[in-house]
């Protein structure tokens, strides 16, 4: 059974700081893994996906990179910004749970001070 | 184009009733997923559709919990004789599934309290 671990579970960081969210996964058979966003009161948004086939996607200042071997994913904010407070989660689809379902972590409840 | 909805956003209700939520998924998906978001639980799956194949319903915590998807489109969660641990976040998802990337878009949520 998939199990998706997230360090930190929180992060105070200063407006500037480029920072590291570190998601592992069990089972390193995906199909891809994804990183979202949510905001307090808020649905998910979705940041980057990255196929199991990639190492790597950016999107502005965000990084996400993958190493499906050893069951490990980073996203690295840069610049952070006080509106990148949120809480970032990052969630797998395939293995043995198959395509119904993505496999969430709990999170790391970033917080970015001016 | 517009993305995921769901209906109500809030939704208060006293134990031992019925609700409806609702989904509309994004034009064309054919996937569609309830997801639920309680404290102390994290996210957690509940039932997927796909197309007009039988759901998935592994994730259905109890009997008092079934979903339908009329048309292949919108899509109702009922949960009968509602319960305080029913209280959390209902959240919706969307996906295309044929030659795809399978990423999933999530609506803004329910929240329902159960008095």
């Known amino acids: 059974k998939q199990e998706v671990t997230q360090i930190p579970a929180a992060l105070s960081v200063p407006e500037g700081e480029n920072l590291v969210l570190n998601c592992s996964f069990t089972?390193?058979?995906?199909?891809?893994l994804q990183w979202f966003r949510q905001d307090p009161g808020k649905g998910l948004t979705s940041l980057l996906l990255i196929q199991s086939s990639q190492r790597e996607q950016t999107s502005g200042r965000l990084n996400a990179s993958l190493d499906k071997s050893s069951g490990r994913s980073t996203l690295y904010i840069a610049a952070s910004q006080p509106g990148d407070s949120a809480t970032y989660l990052c969630?797998?689809?395939?293995?043995?749970?198959?395509?119904?379902?993505?496999?969430f972590g709990t999170g790391t409840r970033l917080l970015v001070s001016p | 184009g517009a993305g995921v909805s769901q209906s109500p956003s809030n939704k208060v209700t006293e134990k031992g009733k019925d609700v409806e939520l609702r989904c509309d998924p994004i034009s064309g998906h054919t996937a569609l997923y309830w997801y639920r978001q309680s404290l102390g639980q994290g996210l957690e799956f509940l039932i997927y559709f796909q197309g007009n194949s039988a759901p998935d319903k592994s994730g259905l915590p109890s009997d008092r919990f079934s979903a339908e998807r009329t048309g292949g489109s919108v899509s109702t969660l009922t949960i009968q004789r509602t319960q305080q641990e029913d209280s959390a976040v209902y959240l919706c998802?969307?996906?295309?599934?044929?030659?795809?990337?399978?990423?999933?878009?999530f609506g803004p949520g329910t929240r329902l309290t159960v008095t």
């Open positions: 969630a797998t689809l395939g293995g043995d749970t198959g395509f119904q379902k993505l496999v």
């Open positions: 089972d390193s058979a995906i199909y891809n």
């Open positions: 998802a969307s996906s295309q599934t044929s030659g795809s990337l399978y990423e999933q878009y």
